[in-house]
């Protein structure tokens, strides 16, 4: 469930940070901090409790960090350091940072949930790092390309006989906020979820193996799905080793408008009318699953700069 509405979009200067392009990320090791948000929006907008530092660094946070429905004991005093770094961390939920920037989040779905889920109208778990761009209009690129790597080191299902794969599941899932910002297209506003295609528990592998375009009911958006392989190629989570997630952002925007125009959605939208405006990563837990996943080297790269003002809505 991605409940945050990015209304409050941050005008971005992307930096020249290698020869092959421009690095769009201001701030992907988080040094800024991260805000820790309340487990419910007002009027469809986070609200900022506290801040967790892993720097001294005083700057606004460019990242929140959320827990959506199921509140946490999470605050920014006293930072303990663990083997995953400095550490924030309560009975149930854990979020760390080490000195090379790779980041630990950690729940244990056992503790929070007080009975397991029975009806998919339900809510669960949403563990999840966000991030807005400002407004990244795609089609002055020719190519963009976001990738990291995860690994999962943990997954246990405590379901018991109560495990139903229909409404029950662990999921590490990374998702680009798309929008439509060409002012002279009938789509003008209209926007959609790309998903990475990243960690299930359900699939061979932790991966799905074909991408899916649905409507999500929590943000009245329709999601795009990539499959696991077009992601990461042909590998398998359950090595809790490392892997690479690379995908061609353009491509794959270009995919889901087209499965779209299937379904009658976006119909005067081509990718070129499309800019990137935000992210988010992390745990969904529509099942009762003790989990931990790492990931490191967030990157978002395109062979120009197009980097914006804020387009104002």
Known sequence: MRKTLLAVLLVVAPVLSRADGFQLYVDSAMQQGVALLAPKPVNGVGVKIDTLRFDRNSEPPLWRLCSWDFSTKLSGDNPAHTKYGITYADDSFLFARDAKGTFTMKVDASKVYEAHRTSSSQPWINFLVETDFG???????????????????????RMGTFYDTSIHAAQCLGYLYVRNTNPT????????????????????????????????????????????????????FNDHRWHKAKVNVKAAIDDAIKSLHLKGFLTDSSVDDFSIQGMNFGWELPGTFDVTCQFRDFSLVADVDIGVSNPGF
């Not at 002055?140 to 299902?157: D, G, H, P």
């Not at 699939?203 to 991408?211: D, E, H, V």
Request: charged residues 15%; proline residues 1%.
């Open 185 to 236: 297209s009938s789509d003008y506003g209209k926007a959609l979820w790309l998903g990475m295609g990243c960690f299930d528990n359900r699939g061979s592998g932790g991966l799905l193996a074909n991408a899916s375009t649905h409507w999500d009911v929590g943000t009245s958006t329709y999601i795009h799905q990539l499959a696991g392989k077009d992601v990461y190629g042909e590998i398998n």
């Open 135 to 157: 407004s990244l209009p795609v089609g002055k690129a020719q190519t963009v390309t976001f990738s990291y790597s995860l690994r999962i080191m943990r997954c246990r299902n």
